[in-house]
């Protein structure tokens, strides 16, 4: 069974600091893996794409280990509106393939 | 920024009545997903839709529910005879088809089923 893994939280955070979360997925066949963000009760939202080489956009930045199976997400210099979940999300790479979530970590900045 | 847009926002039903969701995918994409979230739990994959056909489908899709896309824009989700445990929300996606590297889905704003 594929699955996705990740610690919950909630992780609170002071504005301004860096914060860092990690999943880890069993289907050793994934291919193409995400960080989307989710807030109450709307649509995940893509985050950004990691890639083996891992990868940087602005104050985030992905990394991917395929030998573990864990991908990592670093945001730095965090704001108030970083407050959300974020999801860990992985994909065989197929055309079709559905995606897997995890449950997600809850992330709060505060003031 | 094209987005998928999805409809109505809010849906209540009757445990055993028909629903139908629907969806606009983004206008140049190929592949198609329905996933569901029940409240305070992951999101799930339903179904993906590619050429006019179903691709995959999980242990979720099952009899109850059907895809179509009966026009060149629309995508819709029917649930034959609902139950009170299909109340969730529900996601419409669309991916791209323009280079196999780029595997990203965009999701919709969801539709909340709620199954009385």
């Known amino acids: 069974r594929k699955e996705v893994e990740q610690d919950p939280g909630p992780f609170n955070v002071p504005e301004g600091a860096t914060v860092a979360f990690n999943c880890t997925y069993s289907?050793?066949?994934?291919?193409?893996f995400f960080w989307y963000r989710q807030d109450c009760r709307k649509e995940p939202k893509l985050l950004m794409s990691?890639?083996?080489s891992g990868n940087e956009d602005g104050r985030f930045t992905a990394q991917l280990n395929r030998a573990s199976q864990y991908i990592s997400l670093l945001i730095r210099d965090s704001k108030l509106s970083d407050s959300a979940t974020y999801l860990c999300?992985?994909?065989?790479?197929?055309?079709?393939?559905?995606?897997?979530f995890g449950k997600g970590t809850h992330l709060i900045i505060q003031p | 920024e094209p987005e998928v847009t999805q409809t109505p926002s809010h849906q209540v039903t009757q445990m055993g009545q028909e629903v139908i969701l629907r969806c606009v995918p983004i206008?140049?994409?190929?592949?198609f997903y329905w996933y569901r979230q029940i409240l305070g739990q992951k999101v799930e994959f339903l179904v993906s839709f590619y050429n006019n056909e179903i691709s995959e489908k999980s242990e979720i899709f099952d009899d109850q529910f059907s895809v179509e896309r009966p026009d060149g824009s629309n995508f819709t989700l029917k649930i034959r005879s609902t139950k009170l445990e299909d109340s969730a929300m529900y996601f419409c996606?669309?991916?791209?088809?323009?280079?196999?590297?780029?595997?990203?889905?965009?999701f919709g704003p969801g539709t909340r089923l709620t199954v009385t």
């Open positions: 289907n050793s066949a994934s291919q193409s």
């Open positions: 206008s140049n994409h190929l592949y």
């Open positions: 990691v890639y083996s």
């Open positions: 996606a669309s991916r791209t088809a323009l280079g196999q590297e780029t595997y990203e889905q965009y």
């Open positions: 999300v992985v994909s065989s790479g197929g055309g079709a393939d559905g995606l897997t």
